[in-house]
């Protein structure tokens, strides 16, 4: 008989703490809307903050009480939205599709290098240790970091140097925008074709001394374009995308350093049949 | 507490570098020729940049103000050499990055001379008088920091300072400018202690030498007369001495709250250099111009101990000691220790440059790293009593905000860790890139 | 004058690096532990360097093995296999058949260190899981001990050595129970003497607690090992097993006969000190020694086996974690005013 003790000590205590588990499931229920979970459910769980907040279930949240549109969400997929959308009888609003763009242009190739940085790699470390020896102290150091950051695997360093981003792939998530130390990436439509590929806060010989594609401040594709579509604030060219209808590529014909563009796709395209020499190099 | 205590007192943690002063220790101070050209950025103290009132063309003269402090945390600037206003504009400074500064053309016809100044009568100013009067004379804490010395010197209500701690540790391997200045300047040293205890109302002055300066602590006490408020601790030889908050640990016994500051613990620290700039300008009427540097390292032809009229390019220093070697790879502004690396030779020195030091291959090859073995070496090395191991590995796996839990924010930098990895780890620049990104992070919330 | 303008290197400072390194350290381990060897195969004969050589050659083939295609040969050289090879070797008992010991080096380095992702990521000491292994696999082969070899036996290679694997040999010499046992299963004693020089049976390299202090204090003047762990893990032995004695000093050791008897030595100054597996706080060192000092006293006065330094090292790997997390240091500045 002795050896039924043990298992029949066991089951008790199975049992015990089994009904505890069954009485405070009734007495403790937090009652919450159903279809939180449910919508939750049908979001993509990168939890990547594209649409603003912390994370997929706050977002589903606000999609209850009806402060969002599901379009919010840029991972989902279009029918994803539209499931979403019609399970909590809503409009599932438009939005544009938003890609990260990176404010420079110069890479391996155009920027001139006045020291080498000779460290752990990732772009932080590089541009506390004085800069990283890239002549313009404005622009993409190209160490990997955005690349490392991004949740989508959207980003790859090409042989340039320069951080190629998959527009298929970029969900317009803030990944990149906050690993960036030179803070250069920003989040536009993907309808934004015009776009100035450069940041640096000098006019003339001054900038185009630290780079071959940087821009002089010379002032023709404002001239160029359709009136009021670009201004000059401070040393770089302006675009004002509320008029971007009328964008045309005829803006960037005259320009000498190739430091406005006309992006269809991709940025970096003309460097897309380079190999990619980038890959994580650190995780 | 640490059982050697009791046999050298001292802080607790840190690290025994090589002390590798022996090429310049014995080198007495050098003036420079004067050069073409000097660069004079407006932002050479921590906290605001100066605020040019000079044009373009304008002569002025040696020590004449050319920048004035745009709010309390700022000072003001003074030409270096009689001569004229070249060009006001964007310079690359030392770290690469581009500052707003003055270009000055030095005027190879005048003297040069030092327009001696008319000594201030310090004796009957009030404490805010003397502070402006600091301010004025663009003193800052020459150690390397550049804090300004007169915000230091602003007392809140209800505080006072018992004790006025002169820093003549020098802890960073190499640099022996404050080591120099101690041996032949004791007297300035100690009439620029006097006022500013005085002005401090603090009861006495103690003045923090390490033992491997033997001569100038044999200066000093040469010159320290029986029954002046003055005592000189010789303290043993240790590596980061000479950060302020562990130099009072070391001869108060005390510990300056995280967070706060050293008068919260009634003391006052100042740099030997910094102070012998008060006892200049007081004495001479001469502001902050020039300053020492030693130029050292093993990338160096001639090492030598320097006054350097600020502004001057670290190019024209170089030549002066007879250049590079072939086998430079590195120029560090600063000590070996918590020093930054030089972009440009063209950068020129500014208040907080001590030493300009030159390494070869053999400092800046990057030994082979292995795992971290957590053998504890890092943590029995932080003078903060941080746990570097976990701070390097936080900041690898990107876990930023995970940092701050672990007090992050706390590291002054002082790379002991780095210093005492078996296993080559880059902790201190781990960590360095994780404030980094905290700090520019909480401006820019995405 | 050199007019040369140099392309800068931009290298973070500082730029210097006090003269040890992880390699290092692991040599200095094996040089402090070239006297124990010896000594081992001294009094144990050649079995003893053949029990060595196999395990550490079944150790460092797994590293290799296991180690990725660019790091292959130099995951050998930081020499961490070897260490846990040779200490591996050093708690097995001299008569062990060899496969035995080969297959005790391989899971000392596959499930001790590579499972856990290589070094510096193990919870566990390698050498102690490989011989916790053999010791729950094969329980009578691990306490067979031979007695210390006279000259004649020095050449003489124990019939038990050279087992095939899963066959049963009988062992040829007489065995003999170790100090531990013997006082544990028969109350006898033995002299203190013997157990400072070593002329003991038991495993290749406890034996001798001479030479293991000589190692230790080796290791300690080079800095390498952390002196609070041994000292906390001695004095607990001593102070606990003392209070024992003062109750019954017939049926408890003596704090001395505790102290160099058994593997103690070699698993406080070898095992406990292993910086990966042990806390990296100081106040974590004191709490991990004491740990352990009791834990050895428990199991060897009241637990089923005569020795348990192993399983007390284990045991307290196992909260290092734990400990590492509740000893964090009081930063500078905010806690109360240190002295």
């Keep these: 008989m002795s050896f039924l003790i043990a298992p029949a000590i066991m089951v008790g205590i199975g049992l015990f703490f089994g009904i505890i588990l069954a009485v405070s499931h009734r007495l403790l229920r937090v009652e919450e809307d159903p279809r939180i979970e449910a919508t939750n459910g049908m979001l993509p769980g990168t939890n990547c903050g594209a649409c603003g907040q912390p994370g997929c279930l706050p977002f589903a949240e606000k999609l209850v009480v009806g402060e969002l549109e599901p379009s919010k969400c840029t991972v989902a997929s279009a029918d994803d939205i539209e499931n979403i959308a019609d399970y909590l009888q809503i409009d599932a609003g438009r939005q544009e599709k938003l890609v990260a763009r990176l404010r420079c242009g110069g890479g391996k190739a155009q920027a001139h290098q006045i020291a080498e940085y000779h460290g752990f790699e990732g772009c932080r470390a590089a541009a506390v240790a004085s800069g990283g020896g890239k002549g313009c102290s404005w622009g993409c150091l190209g160490l990997y970091d955005c690349e490392v950051a991004c949740t989508f695997d959207a980003i790859r360093i090409n042989s340039n140097g320069l951080p190629q981003v998959d527009i298929d792939k970029c969900t317009a998530c803030p990944d990149c925008i906050n690993a960036c130390p030179r803070d ?100 | 507490m640490n059982p050697l205590r009791l046999f050298h007192k001292s802080f607790d943690h840190g690290v025994h570098p090589a002390h590798l002063k022996e090429q310049t220790c014995d080198l007495p101070m050098q003036r420079v020729p004067f050069v073409k050209e000097y660069l004079m950025p407006l932002g050479q103290n921590l906290g605001a940049p100066s605020k040019s009132i000079v044009q373009i063309g304008q002569r002025v003269r040696k020590g004449e103000l050319i920048a004035e402090a745009a709010a309390f945390v700022s000072t003001t600037l003074h030409s270096p050499v009689t001569g004229t206003i070249k060009e006001i504009g964007d310079f690359r400074n030392f770290d690469g990055n581009f500052v707003p500064a003055i270009k000055i053309e030095a005027d190879i016809y005048a003297t040069q001379q030092s327009d001696a100044g008319n000594p201030i009568e310090w004796q009957s100013l009030s404490i805010d008088e003397f502070i402006q009067e600091v301010q004025n004379a ?118 300056v709250p995280a967070g706060q500051l050293p008068r919260d613990v009634e003391v006052n620290v100042n740099n030997v250099s910094t102070v012998v700039a008060i006892a200049d300008y007081f004495e001479r009427g001469r502001p902050l111009i020039e300053r020492i540097v030693t130029v050292s390292g093993p990338g ?117 860790c780095t210093f005492a990895c078996p296993s080559a780890i880059p902790i201190v620049q781990l960590i360095r890139t994780g404030k980094d990104d905290l700090r520019t992070r909480k401006e820019t919330p995405a | 004058m050199n007019a040369k303008d140099p392309e800068l290197l931009l290298e973070h400072a500082p730029l210097l690096q006090q003269g040890m390194s992880t390699p290092q350290a692991m040599r200095d381990v094996i040089y402090s532990l070239v006297p124990v060897t010896l000594a081992g195969i001294w009094f144990f004969g050649l079995s003893a360097l053949l029990v060595l050589v196999v395990s550490i050659l079944g150790a460092m083939l797994t590293e290799w093995v296991f ?51 290589g070094l510096g990521n193990n919870l566990f000491n390698p050498a102690l899981v490989g011989r916790a292994f053999l010791l729950a696999t094969f329980p009578i082969a691990m306490t067979t001990w031979n007695p210390v070899s006279d000259v004649d036996g020095f050449f003489m290679v ?20 170790t100090p531990l046992g013997l006082f544990k299963f028969e109350q006898e004693a033995t002299p203190i003497i013997n157990l400072f020089l070593g002329n003991t049976s038991g495993s290749l390299g406890e034996t001798s607690g001479l030479l293991l202090l000589l190692g230790g204090l080796y290791l300690w003047w080079r800095r390498d090992l952390d002196w609070r762990i041994p000292a906390s893990i001695l004095l607990t032995v001593v102070v606990f097993s003392g209070i024992l004695g003062l109750f019954d000093a017939e049926r408890f050791p003596t704090p001395l006969f505790s102290l160099f008897s058994g593997g ?43 020795e348990g330094v192993m399983y007390a090292i284990l045991l307290m790997n196992a909260a290092t974690p734990l400990i590492n997390r509740y000893t964090q240091p009081t930063v500078f500045g905010r806690g109360k005013e240190r002295s």
Excluded at chain 1, 237 to 257: G, L
Excluded at chain 2, 395 to 413: G, P, Q, T
Excluded at chain 3, 161 to 177: C, G, R, W, Y
Aim: charged share 20%.
């Design chain 1, 184 to 283: 250069l990436f920003e989040v536009v439509p993907l309808s934004q074709k015009l776009y100035v590929q450069c940041s640096i806060p000098l006019a003339g010989e001054a900038a185009t001394s630290l780079c071959a594609v940087a821009c002089d401040a010379c002032g023709k594709c404002v001239v160029d374009a359709s009136p009021g579509l670009i201004r000059m604030e401070n040393t770089l060219p302006v675009i004002d995308y509320s008029t971007n209808a009328v964008a045309t590529p005829e803006a960037v014909f005259r320009c000498a350093t190739d430091s406005i563009k006309w992006i269809e796709g991709n940025q970096f395209q003309e460097q897309e049949n380079l190999p990619i020499g980038g890959q994580k190099k650190y995780a």
């Design chain 2, 138 to 255: 663009g003193i800052v804490g020459m150690g390397g920091a550049a804090f300004p010395t007169h915000v230091k010197f602003a007392i809140p209500e209800g505080k006072k300072i018992r004790y006025l701690l002169i820093n003549g540790a020098e802890c960073e391997p190499y640099l022996t400018n404050d080591h120099r200045l101690m041996i032949e300047r004791p007297e300035d040293l100690l009439m620029g202690a006097e006022i500013v205890r005085q002005k401090l109302g603090a009861e006495e002055t103690v003045i923090g030498v390490e033992k491997n300066k033997p001569e100038a602590i044999a200066a000093l006490r040469q010159h320290i007369k029986p029954g002046d408020p003055v005592r000189l601790v010789p303290l043993h030889v240790k590596y980061p001495q000479g950060a302020e908050k562990m130099i009072i640990k070391t001869i108060f016994n005390r510990e």
């Design chain 2, 300 to 416: 160096i032809t001639y090492p030598a101990n320097l006054i350097v009229p600020l502004g001057t390019p670290v190019r024209e220093l170089l030549r002066f000691c007879g250049g590079l070697t072939d086998a430079t790879q590195e120029v560090i502004m600063g000590g070996p220790m918590m020093g930054r690396p030089i972009a440009t030779l063209d950068s020129p020195i500014t208040k907080g440059s001590s030493g300009i030091l030159a390494f070869t291959a053999a400092e800046t090859s990057r030994r082979k790293e292995y795992p971290c073995i957590s053998c504890g070496r890092c943590v029995e090395a932080c003078p903060y009593f941080l746990n570097p191991a976990r701070l390097a590995r936080l900041s690898r796996a990107r876990l930023f905000d995970e940092m701050v839990n672990y007090n992050v924010m706390d590291c002054v930098e002082c790379g002991c």
């Design chain 3, 67 to 117: 180690s990725s295609a660019e790091n292959k040969t130099e995951s050998l050289w930081d020499a961490s296999a070897l260490v846990t090879g040779l200490l591996l070797g050093l708690t097995l008992p001299p008569g062990l058949p060899l496969w035995m010991a080969f297959l005790g080096g391989v899971v000392a380095i596959g499930f001790g260190k590579i499972i856990w992702g």
């Design chain 3, 158 to 177: 124990h019939a038990t050595n050279l087992a095939l694997p899963f066959m049963h040999v009988e062992p040829d010499a007489m065995t003999s129970a």
């Design chain 3, 264 to 306: 103690l030595l070699l698993g406080t100054i070898y095992m406990a000190t292993d910086p990966v597996t042990s806390p990296i706080t100081p106040k974590g060192a004191w709490i991990f020694g004491c740990g352990i000092g009791c834990l050895v006293v428990l199991i060897r006065v009241w637990g089923g086996l005569p």
